[in-house]
């Protein structure tokens, strides 16, 4: 399986199965179909579709990588942590490979978000220095709100997530990230299945 390092060190799977709207039976046909990095969120509600499909096939945990993501209710540093706890016990695992904040605001109107982005970020900091948390990540956000992370962070983000695909290509983001040493990860690469049509 053709492997990427990130910029701490860490091997992942070049091509991930992403979960979202997937059930078990989808979870156990990638399964068995190979796909061993799965990309989830606790907005999904599938988080345990994941263990039961490890449980089902027979798959160790550490054959395994998964990425989960801290959604827009669930920002803030105590907030996180109980979050987190809630996913490790949906997942059935003592620790993630990935962990993201899901988007940079709870909603467009907020307007304190840089400080609550900050207090996420160092509760996913005490997650990594702990070692529960292999590598830590950004989703849906554009450089202007990564900056925010980058300026006041100990710890580098090692992986960006956001829509990538022909018809919505963001080269700016693609070489703000690069620039960075910041492994992009495409969500939605075949744009749900339009471009085939």
């Avoid at 909603?107 to 400080?115: D, H, I, P, R």
């Avoid at 960006?160 to 992009?184: D, N």
């Amino acid at each position: 399986m053709h492997t990427l390092t990130l910029n701490n060190g860490l091997k992942i799977p070049a091509i991930g199965f992403g979960t979202y709207k997937a059930e078990l039976d989808t979870v156990i046909k990638a399964l068995t179909s190979g796909y061993r990095y799965f990309d989830t969120a606790s907005f999904y509600g599938n988080e345990r579709d994941i263990s039961l499909g490890l449980e089902r096939t027979g798959i160790k945990r550490e054959e395994i990588f998964i990425s989960t993501k801290i959604w827009r209710s669930d920002m803030g540093y105590s907030e996180t942590l109980k979050a987190f706890s809630e996913m490790l016990e949906n997942l059935r695992t003592d620790y993630l490979d990935v962990l993201m904040i899901h988007w940079p605001r709870p909603n467009l109107e907020f307007q304190e978000w840089k400080e609550l982005d900050i207090e996420t970020w160092k509760a996913m900091e005490k997650l990594y220095s702990q070692g529960s948390v292999h590598a830590l990540g950004l989703s849906n956000f554009l450089p202007y709100h990564a900056e925010n992370i980058f300026s006041r962070c100990e710890i580098l983000p090692s992986i960006a997530q956001f829509e990538f695909h022909i018809g919505h290509m963001q080269f700016p983001a693609l070489s703000y990230y690069r620039r960075k040493g910041i492994q992009v990860q495409a969500w939605g690469p075949l744009a749900r299945g339009r471009i085939f049509s």
